[in-house]
Structures are given as structure tokens and as C-alpha cells.
């Protein structure tokens, strides 16, 4: 199962880049929870400086941009 975070104080970009990892993960058809991180002093464990971001696995993979599902298809392969 794929554990895909999103990293950010919930803010309408934040919301965007959930959508998209969501829709992501369900037209690839893989188990998946997401979890909202929006502790600022968690979100800099991870070494983000910039939100939205998109950890994947524990993973940093996107930081400061809202990405459509299919560029974050390639993070969950």
C-alpha cells in the first residue's frame, strides 16, 4: 500500500494536489491512503520550506507545485 502525504496548512493549492494525487492513485487502480500533514514543524522534519508538497512512501517527491495526476502517476509506480 502506497502512503501519500500532503504536505501543507490546507490551503486551496494544497486541496488541488490532493485531488490530483487521489485521482492519481485511483485510475491506477493501487491501495493508497493519503494523510494531511499540516504541522509546520513536521513539514520541516521532511525539509520542505515550501508547500504544497507531495511526499510519497516517506519520500519527497514535489515541493511548491500543484501537479496534475498523471505527473504524479510517476511517482507512484
Do not use: H, W
Not at 490551503?11 to 490530483?20: G, V
Not at 504544497?52 to 519527497?60: G, K, R, S, T
Amino acid at each position: 500500500m502506497k502512503v501519500i502525504k500532503i504536505l501543507g496548512t490546507g490551503c486551496m493549492k494544497c486541496e488541488k494536489l490532493e485531488q490530483s494525487a487521489r485521482k492519481a492513485a485511483e485510475e491506477m487502480g493501487i491501495e493508497f491512503t493519503i494523510e494531511k500533514v499540516k504541522d509546520l514543524n513536521k513539514i520541516m522534519d521532511y525539509g520542505v520550506m515550501m508547500t504544497p508538497a507531495l511526499v510519497v512512501d516517506d519520500e519527497v517527491k514535489s515541493v511548491g507545485k500543484i501537479l496534475d495526476p498523471d505527473e504524479i502517476k510517476k511517482y507512484l509506480k
